[in-house]
């Protein structure tokens, strides 16, 4: 089945600094990629979503200067939080579509724990 | 743009017993209806699906209903088991996928 990963599963960083996470399609080509924020026991909300190639286009209230998603290859995306403050600590979520077999499940990778001091 | 509301936020119920949650969506556009499982600090896991042209789909004792008059989805889990204690997403989904608030359903032995 499709494979995602991401990297790193969890970061501790001070309050200032930027953040890169790395979403990876293993076993298949991701035209288009999705991030999504979590708080604790809350759902999963739709930050942005990546398409290879082009501009990310964010959900309304989601900076994008903030929060910058580079998609450049058809297996690799990457959200970079920007000068965190502890606010943006949360989980955060990458999904894929393949679009060779199914153009409508996703699949999720393992998420990214991010605390900010 | 879509929204989608799930119910009850909490469920516990005994082993052996059903569990059912129900969803509600507002875009009619919306054709495809999946439902996660996740366990805590875990990512979320397809359970099943439901397409729009498909008014019911089951998978063992899991199964799913869609009523796209009334915008409504629901989820059945037949003879639960403990290992099904977790927090459960309906989305609904055209281009982008949106998540209810989720159900944590709890088993107890």
């Known amino acids: 089945g499709a494979v995602v990963s991401q990297h790193p599963s969890r970061v501790i960083c001070k309050s200032g600094t930027s953040v890169k996470i790395e979403c990876r399609s293993l076993?298949?080509?991701?035209?288009?990629m999705f991030w999504y924020r979590q708080f604790p026991k809350q759902s999963l909300m739709l930050m942005a979503t990546?398409?290879?190639?082009?501009?990310?286009?964010?959900e309304q209230g989601v900076e994008k200067d903030k929060f910058l998603i580079n998609h450049a290859s058809l297996t690799l995306s990457t959200l970079t939080v920007t000068s965190a403050h502890p606010e943006d600590s949360s989980f955060y979520i990458c999904?894929?579509?393949?679009?060779?077999?199914?153009?409508?499940?996703?699949?999720f990778g393992p998420g990214t724990r991010l605390t900010v001091l | 743009g879509e929204n989608v509301e799930q119910h009850p936020s909490t469920l516990s119920v005994q082993e052996g017993d059903s569990a059912v949650i129900k969803c509600t969506y507002s875009?009619?556009?919306?054709?495809?209806f999946p439902w996660y499982k996740q366990e805590l600090g875990k990512r979320p896991q397809l359970i099943i699906d439901?397409?729009?042209?498909?008014g019911e789909k089951k998978d063992q004792r899991i199964a799913v209903t869609l009523n796209k008059t009334a915008k409504h989805f629901s989820l059945h889990i037949t003879e639960t088991q403990p290992e099904d204690s977790a927090v459960y997403f309906c989305?609904?989904?055209?281009?982008?996928?949106?998540f209810g608030a989720g159900t944590r359903l709890t088993v107890k032995p």
């Open positions: 999904s894929a579509r393949d679009p060779w077999t199914d153009t409508d499940t996703q699949y």
């Open positions: 990546s398409n290879e190639g082009s501009k990310a286009t964010y």
């Open positions: 989305a609904a989904s055209k281009n982008d996928m949106r």
């Open positions: 076993d298949f080509q991701a035209t288009t």
């Open positions: 875009d009619s556009a919306s054709n495809y």
């Open positions: 439901i397409r729009s042209n498909v």
